[in-house]
């Protein structure tokens, strides 16, 4: 049904309306869409504000199950072709909801699964909490990152602020990234087997019991 | 069909007065819970073996064994015996034992159900905890099915000729079932011996069981122990009832809402949508238990979590004599009435010697006739030309 059609899932985990964070999001979600259909690959975006499944994220922690309206984010990560994940910055490290959300998937939700990473702040000071604490997450879920991660502070919403490089080129920058990687993804077309068990598996264990 | 209650046996303060059981005082109500689902006409008293607070069975043949001498009809089983952790030469000599005792009122359930500081507590690893639940079983069987073991694995000191003691009662094993609430080894491994399997589906949604019951059926099938609506399956249930709904709903939310699992997390609400959890009217338990049925297809066992949360044994007892008198009949109608002749009932120590003798004469039948391809093809062999020669099948000097 998507065979042709790139999946394309977009996290942002803003806690205020309107949010920097979710404007961020849709920038980098914008961008990579125009991206791609310049390159005539089709896609479909999903763009999940964790703001609005809050209460299910800690009640996933609390009983061990997703509600259903979670676990229809959950399995749009774990199918998509490309994941944008954006966080605000919060005492030196992503949020806690942020964390959350990824501490309930299943930790091998999102190996091979291309992503950009994205961050809002206060101050450009906490630019590198997306190297030193959102990077190593990722790579932990065996995640590939893109080189360019993007960190937008209050200034850069301005004119351009340190002068080297605007929000703007960052952000097309990390797209192009972004729909390279998605191009060449077949992760949304695969066949998952829940219930494959790995080839050593005897029902009677190593030693005979016949 | 076979209903029944199993217990986790928790010691869990009562938040409405803020009194806590002692230990004695809870483990005499658990006997009195087992003896109460006798006398309210039930079919089974599941226990649950644990070795860390807040829970107290940690010797479940011991309180089993009391139960079997004060009941009559009562099968006595385990939710869930630790196939990971104990000894399997343990559990086949505890339970054979039980079985003697009890005149062959008893089945067992396995699981792993373990935290990870339990493991070492008994010299083991959770890393392993399925390799543990496959090998240590299959040693269980053995043990159980076959008069003298020799036996080396991974996890325990090598057998020579052992024989564990007492033999089960009349040379038949208590019937095993397998808890699992995500693992596709234990599926596969209950499905392999022809097991039951037993899904406590009362902490999770229906649809996720679904799967899992679905794969435990067809494999059930495929390795030849009958079609897959003839596997045995078992489920968990959780209820609270009062004669008008929302009596229930106010009696047991407090109890919802402190609950170990489960509380201070979703509303009782959600967690009743979402899971099994029925807090009703006795017909509301009815309706919602028949819809089971139609999830996960005939099945053989229902067994009901009643006493944890720090529920009064009061209470508990009345929740019991609500369930005997005014659910249970009605269910057991029903889904005998609907279940087809082809699907077996729950498993008892009766069926499973007609299980066992079935498995015999075909086994014989398949002796039998493997001879005869023998016999056929030594004649072939003889009738055939030269050029099919015993060096086809890698005999020098043929």
């Known amino acids: ?210 | 069909m076979q209903f029944g209650i199993f217990t986790v046996g928790d010691v869990t303060t009562d938040p409405t007065n803020n009194s806590t059981p002692t230990e004695n005082e809870r483990i005499k109500a658990i006997l009195t819970i087992a003896q109460k689902a006798e006398e309210v006409g039930l079919d089974v008293f599941a226990l649950g073996e644990h070795h860390n607070e807040p829970f107290v069975p940690s010797s479940p043949t011991t309180m089993l064994g009391y139960v079997a001498a004060k009941t009559e009809k009562l099968l006595l089983s385990t939710a869930t015996t630790l196939i990971t952790t104990n000894d399997p030469v343990k559990i086949a000599e505890d339970y054979a034992m039980l079985q003697h005792v009890a005149d062959g009122r008893v089945d067992m359930m396995m699981g792993r159900g373990n935290t990870g500081p339990v493991y070492p507590w008994f010299g083991k690893d959770i890393r392993q905890g399925i390799p543990l639940a496959i090998e240590n079983y299959a040693l269980l069987r053995r043990l159980w099915d076959e008069q003298v073991v020799d036996w080396e694995g991974n996890f325990r000191t090598p057998l020579q000729g052992f024989t564990s003691t007492p033999r089960p009662l009349d040379g038949v094993a208590p019937f095993v079932w397998h808890g699992s609430i995500r693992s596709p080894e234990i599926a596969e491994q209950a499905a392999y011996y022809g097991d039951g399997f037993f899904a406590n589906h009362i902490f999770w949604p229906k649809e996720h069981f679904q799967r899992l019951v679905n794969y435990y059926r067809q494999r059930f099938e495929h390795y030849g122990h009958g079609t897959a609506d003839q596997a045995f399956v078992g489920l968990g249930g959780q209820v609270f009832m009062a004669k008008n709904s929302q009596d229930a709903v106010n009696q047991f939310r407090p109890y919802f809402d402190n609950a170990p699992v489960y509380g201070h997390g979703p509303s009782l609400e959600d967690f009743t949508s979402q899971t099994p959890l029925t807090v009703g009217s006795p017909q509301q338990v009815i309706d919602r238990t028949l819809t089971f049925r139609e999830t996960f297809g005939d099945y053989q066992r229902q067994l009901f979590l009643m006493d944890h949360a720090g529920l009064p044994l009061k209470t508990v007892l009345e929740q019991l004599d609500i369930l005997g008198a005014e659910v249970v009949p009605v269910l057991r109608k029903e889904m005998d009435a609907k279940r087809p002749a082809h699907v077996p009932d729950g498993p008892t120590h009766a069926s499973e010697i007609e299980r066992m003798r079935a498995r015999e004469a075909a086994r014989q039948a398949a002796d039998l006739d493997g001879q005869s391809a023998v016999a056929a093809e030594a004649a072939r062999a003889e009738n055939s030309s030269t050029t099919h020669t015993g060096a086809a099948f890698g005999i020098k000097g043929a």
Request: hydrophobic share 40%; charged share 20%; no cysteine.
């Open chain 1, 1 to 210: 049904m998507t065979e042709n059609i790139k999946q394309l899932v977009a996290i942002s985990s803003g806690l205020s309306q309107p949010s920097s964070t979710r404007l961020l999001t849709d920038r980098l979600a914008d961008a990579t869409v125009a991206d791609l259909r310049d390159r005539g690959v089709d896609v479909e975006l999903r763009t999940i504000e964790l703001r609005d499944i809050a209460q299910d994220i800690t009640n996933n922690l609390i009983t061990g199950f997703p509600s259903a309206k979670l676990q229809s984010a959950l399995d749009a990560v774990a199918g998509a072709d490309g994941l944008i994940a954006v966080t605000p910055i919060f005492t030196a490290s992503y949020s806690g909801l942020f964390k959350s959300f990824f501490d309930v998937i299943d930790n091998t939700a999102l190996t091979g699964l291309p992503t950009l990473i994205a961050a809002t702040g206060g101050t450009p000071r906490h630019s590198l909490a997306l190297e030193h604490a959102v990077r190593p997450l990722f790579s932990y879920l065996r995640a590939p990152v893109m080189p360019t991660s993007v960190y937008a502070s209050s200034e850069d919403w301005g004119s351009g602020a340190d002068g080297v490089a605007s929000l703007t080129d960052r952000i097309h920058r990390a797209a192009g990234e972004l729909a390279d990687a998605v191009e060449r993804s077949d992760r949304s077309s695969r066949v998952v087997d829940p219930f494959a068990l790995d080839a050593s598996f005897s029902p009677v264990g190593g030693y005979g019991a016949q």
